[in-house]
Every structure is written in C-alpha cells, then in structure tokens.
C-alpha cells in the first residue's frame, strides 16, 4: 500500500515538475513577449513617422502589426505548454470562421477600412461630413473612424457603414463657400445693401480674395428680398467666417438704415 501511494506520489510530483515549470515559462514568455510587441509596435511607428507615411496609414498598420503578434505569440505558447501547434491552429481556425459567422459585421468593418485606406477619400485632418456626422478626421483605426465634431464630441463610425455611404469631403479642394443669406425689406436699396455686406465679407483677413466674394440677389420672398452673400475660405476657418459675417452684416446694415424685415401680415377689415 505505501509503495503503491509512494508511486502515485512520485508520478503526481513529476507532473507538477515537468508541467509546472512549462506553465511558469510560458507566463515568462508571455509577459516578456507582450512586452517585445508593444516596443516593436512604438519602433515600427517611429520608422514610419520617419518616412512620413500618411497618418491614416501609420494608424491602420500599427493596428495589425500589433494583433498579428499577439496571434503568433499564443500560437508560440500555446506549443510551449504541449499543445500541438497543427491541431491548436486547426482548432483556432474553426473557431475563427464561428466568430467570423457571428462576427459579420466586424470583417465587414475591417474590409471597410481597407477599401478606406486603398481609395483614400479622407485622410485624418479632413473635415468630412458622413452617416449624418460633421466632424474633422481625428483616427483611422482597422474597424471604425473616429470624427471630432465642432461641438467637441467624439463620433465613433463602423468603417463598412462609411465606406459604403455618402461621404462629403469639404477639404479635398483646400477652400470651402460659406453660404448666407441676408433678408431686406422692399424698401431698402439693393445697391446700397450689397455695398455694405460687400465690405464686410472683404474686410475679414480669413476671406479669400480667390475665388472672390460674392454677394446678389438670390429670391424675391413674400416679405424681403433675399440677398445671397458667399465669401469663400479654407474649411477649419468656415464657422469663424460665418459667425463674422452674420453679426457684423446685421450691425452694418443697422448702421446704413437698411431695414432688416421679419415675419408679418397685413390683416384688412372690410366693412
């Protein structure tokens, strides 16, 4: 009996030993390993910084880099631990396609950022407007863009969604028309009005002198005559021109006595 427990003993010692130190060595090279992919990671996207690789591309790349390596050293630790590597593979590769059924709109999202990244209609910086969202480009990762909106917020979208929809570019041309529209009563004179909406668009430093500034008459209305006023400047400077314009084209046309109409009806009783 005690020779039959010290053996069992022995067996269970052994296992621990041989097992146990192929269990330590591999959290060794695990955590040493993840270590060598973050460095490898941040060297790889210095070298590209070095070559000034789009911005969009270094974020994309860095991405994969980083996934493909962890895939590998699993695959490295999982045959440290005795695993054999062909079935482990086999296994993983079964799992993946499952995830993959389940996880359609994923592969979707990262075909989405490659037709991205091959097309280029945006690169990080653009201001874009798409899936309902304005915002600047701030990343272009493997599954989704990031927008920064002028209100601050960040809008995160599934690339497949933005690569299969509208997407409206407004700094591919470099310069952006700033549309307004300015109201002024029948009354007023035309020529007087476009001469003061004229000047003010002209006097400010961020409206481009090409294409030039344009101001005229765009509609007749029930109630005013619409004067269309459209300066052009480069896009990060849009809302500051157009916030410019609408204030101070509103104090000088105060200024030269040209009325301002709004909304009103003339009611007559008839006896």
Same mark, same amino acid.
């Given at each position: ?8 003993? +022995? ?53 994969? %880099? #980083? ?7 699993? %695959? ?7 695993? +054999? ?23 979707? #999202? ?35 863009? %990031?927008?920064?909106?002028? +209100? ?13 929809? $509208? ?46 500034? /344009? ?21 990060? $400077? ?21 009325? %301002?109409? /709004? ?9």
């Amino acid at each position: 009996m005690n020779e039959k427990f010290s053996e069992y003993a +022995e067996q269970v010692y052994n296992l621990v030993i041989t097992h146990g130190i192929k269990v330590i060595t591999a959290i060794i090279v695990l955590i040493v390993g993840l270590w060598i992919i973050k460095v490898v990671t941040q060297r790889t996207n210095k070298v590209m910084e070095k070559r000034e690789l789009n911005v969009s591309v270094r974020g994309f790349l860095r991405s994969l %880099i #980083n996934i493909l390596l962890k895939v590998m050293l699993l %695959i490295s630790i999982a045959k440290m631990v005795g695993i +054999e590597t062909t079935s482990f593979i086999a296994v993983l590769g079964a799992a993946g396609l499952a995830v993959g059924m389940a996880m359609q709109g994923t592969l979707g #999202n990262f075909a989405g950022g490659v037709m991205i990244l091959i097309f280029k209609p945006f690169k990080v910086g653009d201001l874009i407007e798409s899936q309902g969202h304005l915002g600047t480009v701030k990343e272009i990762h493997i599954f989704v863009t %990031i927008l920064l909106t002028p +209100e601050n917020k960040t809008v995160i979208l599934p690339n497949a969604a933005v690569s299969n929809g $509208d997407i409206v570019n407004y700094t591919t041309e470099g310069v952006i028309r700033v549309d307004m529209l300015f109201g002024i009563s029948y009354g007023s004179n035309i020529k007087d009005a476009k001469n003061v909406l004229q000047k003010i668009i002209e006097g400010h430093p961020k409206v481009l002198k090409d294409p030039a500034p /344009f101001v005229g008459v765009k509609e007749l209305a029930d109630s005013s005559v619409n004067l269309a006023v459209r300066p052009y400047t480069k896009p990060q $400077d849009y809302w500051e021109v157009y916030f410019y314009v609408y204030e101070e084209g509103k104090l000088a046309l105060d200024k030269a006595g040209i009325t %301002i109409p /709004f909304p009103q009806v003339d009611v007559h009783m008839a006896k």
